[in-house]
């Protein structure tokens, strides 16, 4: 008892240099570590213009009521420009900490507007600063918000070659607390220009209270054009086919908003005329500047059928699909031949002559051996022009979950039992409904390069595997089902690589309609195109069992002990813990060591 005696004191001793130590370094962060939240439940929003000094590390938790999210608009960021985004920047994190899920980070490098948003009603941003002795200005404004809850007219999906939009209510005052997203795409080898016949929100020199954020790409991650606010009608033009808009307004000084229109440009440079062919359609592009020789903007310009009209941009567009308008289908030897003719005739006074030039082009695509020859004839008077191309059939390759077909399995890769059904089809992209699909060969490898070994499903259109079963033939589609299996002593992945012959469905006596044929009988080859198809990995389940338990394992453990620093928190506990094992060990010492001195040592009593 006498050493238990002497370690309460220590143990007092021990808990007032911590109870000190943890009293020092809570004071020392007080002034930087803020919540924003509190008892003060009703404020919905806020904004703050922060003025940081060097060598800051300070973090912000914001708490809002339940059934809500936060969105935190970083709208105005001046750091050092110099310095690296490790050393100096801004985290924002979902949840009430910083060993939350980071949201993302914001630095001096940033080409964007940083906004985030929390998955519940709290958030988390932490500030650091390096050493550099300068003016440092961040301004922040967040608020809640309804997920489920949208404001109408709010942003959307554009992807005509033209359009307009405006700001919800426009021209009406915009509504507050919005935050609208409008993505614009038009077609490939196409640019926008974005003309703003109206831009009227709040004026600030920085655009930090309300402001039109354009971005160069698809999404909010592209660079960032330009940030405008106030009263100006700037025009932006894209350096591909997307662009995208944001609206973002505060709770006050609501205005008009804006008023936007777009059009398409198209990229290349063309002289006269283009065109391309794919598997389900031709694409025509003509030069305005070509057209202006017959006095035309294009819009006297038709096809066979008329009301296939063209697309007007900086150029004229056709897209005419090789089952439709007009489109005239002719099959020969070894080949089928689309055919299409646009025609112009100026405006006349009279029925019987006319002194300008007609403008006559006449479109044929030519589809031969897994290509397509594209080639073009224009007839201007007695000048003809050609122009040709190559190009193929267009196939893909999937599986889906039943016989029915209609369910594709987007999984990549895919685990599968041994021995499950597995069910394949290659897919033609065309819009001519004449073409059939056959599967001449369908083989599986344990790698993607189809390197030896392999392993044959169907040869010759006939099924080499006992599982498997050849459908008939069905349009544009080529079928099979197999049960898995797995290559001995080679990884346990599974690819597969199809074969494919298409055909005209007219011509009887083509391979596609002959089938199952031995190698013999292989001489006649009347099938008209040949492409492959290539699909995987497809992995066994207790191979992913076998690989992935340890990962998830893993990752269980991560998400139990976070990774946090050992804090005089920790220290304490862990020094209270020592302690009291210390006492209890001593007593249970002495408790023993004075049982066996009385067995021990006790004297026999004389009788």
Not at 347 to 359: A, D, F, G, P, Y
Not at 581 to 595: D, G, L, S, Y
């Amino acid at each position: 008892m006498e050493l238990v005696r002497r370690l309460v004191p220590l143990t007092l001793l021990i808990l007032s240099c911590l109870a000190e130590l943890t009293m020092a370094e809570a004071e020392g962060n007080a002034s930087c570590t803020v919540s924003l939240g509190g008892a003060n439940m009703a404020e919905t929003h806020k904004a703050m213009i922060l003025q940081l000094n060097p060598s800051e590390n300070c973090t912000w938790t914001i708490e809002r009521p339940e059934n809500k999210s936060i969105r935190i608009i970083f709208s105005y960021v001046q750091l050092d420009p110099d310095g690296s985004c490790e050393s100096e920047n801004i985290k924002v994190f979902d949840g009430t900490s910083s060993n939350g899920p980071l949201l993302g980070q914001v630095c001096s490098k940033n080409d964007y507007v940083p906004v985030f948003e929390s998955s519940s009603s709290t958030l988390t941003f932490q500030i650091v600063t390096d050493s550099a002795r300068i003016q440092r200005t961040v301004f922040v404004f967040y608020y809640s918000f309804s997920p489920n809850i949208s404001i109408p007219n709010c942003g959307g999906y554009l992807d005509t070659l033209e359009g307009s939009f405006t700001s919800p209510n426009y021209p009406k005052p915009h509504p507050e607390l919005a935050y609208c997203v409008w993505h614009i795409q038009v077609e490939k080898d196409y640019k926008i220009k974005l003309n703003f016949k109206e831009i009227f929100l709040e004026i600030d020199k920085q655009c930090k209270f309300d402001f039109l954020a354009i971005y160069d790409g698809p999404s909010t991650n592209s660079g960032l054009i330009g940030q405008v606010c106030g009263r100006v009608t700037p025009t932006f033009e894209s350096s591909s086919n997307s662009l995208t808009v944001v609206l973002s307004t505060d709770y006050a000084n609501s205005y008009r908003g804006f008023s936007a229109s777009y059009t398409s440009i198209y990229a290349e440079n063309i002289n006269t005329t283009s065109l391309t062919c794919s598997s389900d359609r031709m694409r025509v592009i003509i030069s305005k500047s070509y057209l202006e020789a017959f006095n035309s903007n294009g819009n006297n310009l038709q096809l066979k059928d008329p009301t296939c009209r063209p697309k007007l941009s900086n150029v004229v567009e056709f897209s005419i699909p090789l089952n439709g308008c007009g489109t005239i289908r002719k099959v020969e030897d070894q080949s089928i031949t689309y055919t299409n003719i646009i025609t112009f005739s100026a405006s006349s006074t009279s029925e019987v002559i006319t002194r300008q030039k007609q403008l006559q082009i006449i479109l044929k695509c030519e589809m031969g051996h897994n290509s397509t020859v594209v080639i073009i004839y224009i007839t201007e008077d007695d000048v003809i022009q050609s122009q040709n191309a190559l190009g193929k059939y267009n196939t893909s390759m999937a599986l889906f979950e039943s016989n029915s077909f209609e369910k594709t399995i987007l999984e990549s890769p895919y685990y599968v039992d041994l021995n499950q059904t597995l069910f394949v089809q290659v897919s033609l992209h065309t819009s001519d409904p004449n073409l059939v699909v056959f599967l001449d060969t369908c083989r599986a490898s344990p790698t993607s390069d189809f390197a030896s070994p392999t392993y044959d499903l169907i040869k010759s259109g006939c099924s080499r595997d006992e599982t498997c079963k050849v459908y008939p033939l069905f349009g544009h589609y080529g079928r099979f089902q197999f049960n898995a299996f797995k290559f001995l002593r080679s990884m346990s992945s599974v690819y597969l690589q199809c074969k494919v012959l298409i055909c005209d469905s007219s011509d009887h006596q083509s391979r596609c309609n002959q089938g199952c044929v031995s190698r013999s009988k292989r001489d006649i080859s009347s099938y008209k195109w040949k492409t492959d198809s290539i699909i995987g990995p497809i992995r066994l389940k207790r191979d992913r069992s076998a690989s992935g338990n340890s990962g998830f394992q893993h990752e269980t453990h991560a998400e139990e002990t976070p990774n946090q620093p050992f804090n005089s928190l920790h220290l304490f506990s862990f020094m209270v813990l020592a302690l009291n094992v210390v006492i209890v060990a001593t007593i249970t010492v002495r408790h023993f060591v004075n049982q066996r001195a009385d067995y021990k040592y006790q004297k026999l009593q004389n009788y």
